[in-house]
């Protein structure tokens, strides 16, 4: 197994990092702190940007033509721009009070896949939606814990529902959006963790940030097989996502939910944002096509 050293890009202490986003237009990294309400974005200048936004705020997706993000809120998602904020609400998703979005990404052709979780997460009280254009949401999955990593590669989707700690195989039709359960692709051990956001790079690997497991994980999705992992100084790794000018670089988020003093005494940059550069490209964002 390859071991890889990241550094640390922004030092913070947020209790919920999440939704690394690379934002080619802007030449910046972007991600969020869900409980703390916040966007933050790193600029190739090194100045760092932090939006408050008043409300939970779980994942960015860049739209098509619009020099704007798609982001996950509390029940719904909406339109940021850092000059303009929070803008026009694109959809409701689950208005219950305990219910939130939380990760998302677009497939190649621009929907939107993004998933609900009970606060405290509660099994089986969770949807994956998918929303095209402007049509209404649509719900794909349901029974679902904590919804989490997306990713496509030709006519399959992979995905995670952290509490059943595996990656799951979905057939996936480009022209209808269309997927259907094929098989569990990789169970990731207990003692490793659980499955959070995930990224693929060119050779159709999958980088699962692993909650609980310190570190990003390189895993084969054909063969199951754990190939390499980027050491986190951070037990809570959230998400991860290539980018950078080569596609070449991975902002990793980790958080603070759940620590105690002592762990995070242990653990004193949990909550920070971490950067690598690795020997592999990795596939660009899919865009919001509205």
């Known amino acids: 197994m390859k071991l890889y050293q990241p550094v640390l890009l922004s030092q913070l202490t947020s209790e919920l990092g999440e939704g690394a986003c690379w ?12 409980l703390g309400h916040i966007i933050h974005m790193r600029h ?3 100045q760092q940007q932090a939006f408050e ?35 026009k609400l694109l959809a409701v998703l689950d208005e ?14 621009g929907r939107l896949w993004i998933g609900t979780m009970q606060m405290p997460a509660e099994e089986g009280t969770g949807k994956l939606y998918c929303i095209t254009g402007k049509a209404s949401p649509v719900v794909k999955l349901s029974g ?10 030709g006519d399959k989707m992979y995905y995670n529902d952290t509490h059943t700690g595996t990656v799951q195989e979905f ?4 022209e209808t959006g269309a997927i259907a359960f094929t098989r569990v692709a990789i169970r990731i051990p207990a003692a490793l963790g659980w499955p959070d ?4 790079d060119s050779n159709g690997m999958l980088w699962i940030a692993q909650w609980g497991g310190a570190g990003v994980y390189c895993w084969n999705p054909e063969t199951g097989e754990l190939l390499g992992k980027v050491e986190v100084p951070a037990p809570h790794v959230s998400s991860c996502a290539f980018g950078g000018a080569d596609m070449d670089e991975m902002l990793i988020t980790t958080a603070r939910e759940h620590m105690t ?30």
């Not at 956001?197 to 693929?200: N, P, Y």
């Not at 002592?262 to 509205?290: D, T």
């Open 171 to 174: 057939s996936y039709d480009e």
């Open 53 to 87: 936004v008043g409300t939970y705020v779980t994942t960015l997706v860049p739209v098509a033509g619009q020099n704007m993000l798609i982001a996950g809120l509390k029940d719904g998602v909406a339109f940021f721009s850092p000059e303009q904020g929070m803008g």
């Open 261 to 290: 003093a002592e762990q995070i005494a242990e653990y004193p940059l949990s909550g920070s944002v971490f950067h690598v550069r690795l020997p592999v490209k990795g596939l660009p964002a899919n865009y919001f096509k509205y």
């Open 197 to 200: 956001g995930m990224a693929m």
């Open 96 to 109: 219950r009070d305990q219910m939130r979005c939380n990760d998302g990404k677009c497939d190649p052709v």
């Open 23 to 34: 934002w080619p237009e802007r030449k910046s990294w972007c991600w969020v702190d869900i």
């Open 44 to 46: 190739e200048n090194g």
């Open 144 to 153: 679902v814990t904590i919804s989490n990593g997306l990713v496509w590669k």
